[in-house]
T-cell receptor
């Protein structure tokens, strides 16, 4: 069966520091991969999605970037974190053709 | 652009009773899917139920069912025999062209 792993679960970083959140999927090949951010008490906002290695689509202008160096690996990065980058970050995967998205357990990011 | 609206920020129901959560959406796509996701305090996003837009029959998953009104662009979730474990944030979502758009969520409280 397919599983998705996201780490770390919690991260506290100072303003201006770099960021790297990692997400990996097992048990499937060529998944669609997604990064979302959820502000407190709000819905999910799509940040990036990828349909293949090296293919990244950005949904909103921001301080973050994403990369997909391997088929089942999706990385969310920043060179310099801002206070506004705080939030709950969720990675998800899906098969093709509007299959449901399945989510990781999320990373709670706090910027001090 | 697709939008999803959940007009009920909070709902509560007595244990064992039935509750309906509302969702409306706007889309220009003819082929799409609709989902309800549940997010308990652990903040995992759990798929509750899905509906293909081309299917007229309402989806059902055990105690969860939907009322899909395509012309009205309405997609409500009915939870029967509510249980304490149903307490969570519920998100309605529209998926078309690989992108999932979420509503702002409804917080459901179950009163014992």
């Amino acid at each position: 069966s397919q599983t998705i792993h996201q780490w770390p679960a919690t991260l506290v970083q100072p303003v201006g520091s770099p960021l790297s959140l990692e997400c990996t999927v097992e048990g499937t090949s060529n998944p669609n991969l997604y990064w979302y951010r959820q502000a407190a008490g709000r819905g999910l906002q799509l940040l990036f999605y990828s349909v293949g290695i090296g293919q990244i689509s950005s949904e909103v202008p921001q301080n973050l970037s994403a990369s997909r160096p391997q088929d089942r690996q999706f990385i969310l990065s920043s060179k310099k974190l801002l206070l506004s980058d705080s939030g709950f970050y969720l990675c998800a995967w899906s098969g093709v053709d509007n299959q449901p998205q399945h989510f990781g357990d999320g990373t709670r990011l706090s910027i001090l | 652009a697709q939008t999803v609206t959940q007009s009920q920020p909070e709902m509560s129901v007595q244990e064992a009773e039935t509750v309906t959560l509302s969702c409306t959406y706007d889309t220009s796509e003819s082929d799409y899917y609709l989902f309800w996701y549940k997010q308990p305090p652990s903040r995992q996003m759990i798929l509750v139920i899905r509906q293909e837009a081309y299917k007229q029959q309402n989806a059902t998953e055990n105690r969860f069912s939907v009322n899909f009104q395509k012309a009205a662009k309405s997609f409500s979730l009915k939870i029967s025999d509510s249980q304490l474990g149903d307490a969570a944030m519920y998100f309605c979502a529209h998926q078309g062209a690989q992108k999932l758009v979420f509503g702002q969520g409804t917080r459901l409280t179950i009163n014992p």
